[in-house]
């Protein structure tokens, strides 16, 4: 991966872009002090990528494995039929693997595949069209989402969001960061308060800058802050995104989230989770399905780039925590609201 | 304040030491990658420590704080009579400002003021003894908790604890850390899941500190985690301390504690806070009335030292919120336990 610098400010809504055969990356590790791309010329490059977090962000993930697809197919274009497949075959275990819990990856993994079926070459400009056809079709979602999701707030009212799902977790505008975009603009919402999102800090990185490039008013407060906060000030939603959903309508999302939705049951504040249907997975059945991704302790440990933990102290480093459905008021796809997910009302939603 | 190496590795129950007519503190800003003492040779110096959270936790502010009313009766010594009772009670002052929500502090300042009453001049040894006194009681009072909590767990079992409670942030033992200390050892206790506590890494720094000179199994979490981890593995108890209670039994703690408090709510943990009776307080009637310190929007803006936040960002930063009496189960003083904890019961054990 190489570093290619900005000759204009970065937009949350221009994270991932194709230009002359490569991927650029808007670099998520290093946002908000330094603004640079890194240029992904290979599959291998792009799940690297995906790895370390240059791109998060479940939908976000998705669109860059498939420009990660046209890149396998770019890059093995000239060598022999079985060797091209072999290597292709490789490149796709490769993103696959990038990283377990956002099914996104695996969704936009296989509509790529799908190209793919009964041909004899890999066709390399139609999977460019198709990875661009995602990429676009995503922003549609969720500017559909926004409008949705702002709909089901009756009154103007602060919310509480966690992670980011901006521009920067998706092809632009976001899912929940989408809905808080849009309700705003509609004046459904007076002021965010965005959890920083331990361990990897993207409310405090990510949406905070985001949130000020929008000039919506918000401020930070650490993860153990909303149930405070909900208490002594009027809160009317929480608004979240989402990595996968099973089929019940349990939610896997960024760690805390569970512990938000908690928070807003017991408070009587309403919880939205906003995700596009490619984030649904009808073959897991429940959330005690979906593989959660654990990471190194390293993360918990280290704060900032700074190592704070004690030395020879070991963390739970959960990524991700699942959210029953019972607690979800309301689920907002680009098809459509579901009110109480459940099976039944998921599969209606599909259908 | 002048900062003093250590000759050996550092004792979390040696928190304050008072050394030839000065008080020596362990520098809690630093730790656990830098063990120092710095030196409080005045009541001023005392202040700025107690603000600059070299010296924390409810009852250690209280210790340090009796120190300091000795400091400056030394101080001012050689002045003359008025000019000495000027300087003195400028120093109380200065002393009681130092931090708005641990009640211990102005616990300590009052009965070192008692001291005072009828007194023509200002009784430094006495004083010395009384501040001596105030440590050494407050250490009985961890032990003689740390028996009462333990005999509280029924059976071996995972803790959640938040903040640090440990010797650190006491005169030795610790409140919350002191039970877990002492039901460890009578193998009530198989894990310790401390949550890091954002915004000042009290956990990271410092209680995985303690747990780890005490040899007690024990992992970091993000503070978004613990709803998680409450509901995928066997917890039986969140145990964590208190800087002011009011008379109802409503609690004032480090932020995040209400969270988890709502969080065991939902999963039948058992909630129980540890405090001396030092840190009730009769005179505010429910914890709505206490006051909540805010700090620096720039703690929760940089993280282990680390500017993270989006420049320009805004944060909102109480340092303590409310849990109401509802949710805790057990409160555990030197003078007994409180189960259920509210007017009549508080007021039982005090008399």
New interface residues.
């Given amino acids: 991966m190489e570093v290619v610098s900005l000759s204009a400010p970065a937009h949350p809504d221009q994270a991932i872009r194709w230009v002359e055969s490569a991927v650029l990356l808007l670099d998520q590790r290093v946002l ?2 330094v603004e640079r791309y890194v240029r992904c010329c290979t599959a291998s490059d792009m799940a690297d990528a995906i790895r370390a977090m240059v791109v998060r962000g479940a939908p976000a993930i998705g669109i860059a494995a498939a420009y990660g697809v046209v890149l396998a197919a770019l890059q093995h274009a000239n060598k022999t039929p079985a060797e091209r497949q072999r290597a292709f075959d490789r490149d796709m275990a490769i993103l696959a693997a990038s990283r377990p819990t956002a099914v996104n990856l695996f969704w936009a993994l296989r509509r790529m595949q799908a190209l793919l079926a009964n041909q004899p070459n890999i066709p390399a400009e139609a999977l460019l069209a198709e990875a661009k056809h995602i990429h676009q079709e995503d922003i549609i979602a969720n500017r559909l989402m926004g409008e949705l999701g702002a709909a089901c707030i009756a009154a103007p009212t602060a919310v509480i969001t ?1 992670c980011n799902t901006g521009g920067l977790a998706t092809g632009g505008h976001g899912t929940a960061l989408g809905v808080i975009r849009t309700a705003f603009q509609r004046g459904k919402i007076t002021h965010v ?1 965005a ?5 990897w ?1 993207q409310g ?3 949406t ?2 985001e ?2 490039k929008e000039s919506i008013p ?12 909900m ?1 002594t000030s009027e809160i009317g939603w929480v608004i979240v995104g989402a990595d996968r959903i099973a089929a019940n309508g349990d939610v896997a999302n ?7 939705a ?2 807003a ?2 408070h009587g504040v309403k919880f939205m989770v906003v995700a596009p249907t490619s984030t649904l997975d009808l073959s897991i059945a429940s959330g005690a399905d979906i593989p959660i991704e654990t990471r190194a ?1 390293e993360e ?19 990524v991700f ?2 959210t029953p459905a019972e607690l979800i008021d309301v689920l907002v796809t680009e098809r459509g609201v579901v009110r109480n997910p459940a099976d039944k009302s998921i599969r209606a939603i599909l259908s």
Avoid: F
């Fill in positions: 908000p002090r966690h308060y959890d920083e999102t331990r361990p800090l405090s990185r990510l905070a800058w949130l000020l918000s401020s930070l407060m650490v993860d153990g802050a909303a149930a405070a906060r208490r960024k760690i805390g989230t569970y512990q938000l908690v928070a049951r017991y302790a918990v440990l280290l704060c900032g780039g700074t190592a704070v933990g004690a030395p020879g102290a070991d963390a739970w480093n959960p925590d699942v």
